[in-house]
Nanobody, 124 residues
Framework: QVQLVESGGGLVQAGGSLRISCAAS????????MGWFRQAPGKEREFVAA????????YYADSVKGRFTISRDNAKNTVYLQMNSLKPEDTALYSC?????????????????WGRGTQVTVSS
């Protein structure tokens, strides 16, 4: 069983930056492909970014490409999402997810473990 706990969310002005983190329990974090998803009120959950277990492969939704960066530190059992040039439409609950495959990609069904999320609010 893997537990994921997100942190670092908050309120930021449009154009600003924020880095959110996801800490994982257990000693097998390095074997999991990880991803970030978000859900805004009244909307479906959507894919944001994914990273392979080694950190070599990353993939982004078109809406965040060039602005967001996913990374991981396997020694610290943590995955990060650096968010720059934030827009009001980025406002959402951001959740991290982990899957036993080397790389989960954009499909939420590839991920078995989910955190509860951290709220990111971008004011205009």
């Amino acid at each position: 069983q893997v537990q994921l706990v997100e942190s670092g969310g908050g309120l930021v002005q449009a154009g600003g930056s924020l880095r959110i983190s996801c800490a994982a329990s257990g000693r097998t974090f390095s074997s999991y492909g990880m991803g970030w998803f978000r859900q805004a009120p009244g909307k479906e959950r959507e894919f944001v970014a994914a990273i392979s277990r080694s950190g070599v492969t990353t993939y982004y939704a078109d809406s965040v490409k060039g602005r967001f960066t996913i990374s991981r530190d396997n020694a610290k059992n943590t995955v990060y999402l650096q968010m720059n040039s934030l827009k009001p439409e980025d406002t959402a609950l951001y959740s991290c997810a982990g899957g036993s495959s080397a790389y989960g990609g954009a499909y939420s069904g590839n991920y078995s473990y989910w955190g509860r999320g951290t709220q990111v609010t971008v004011s205009s």
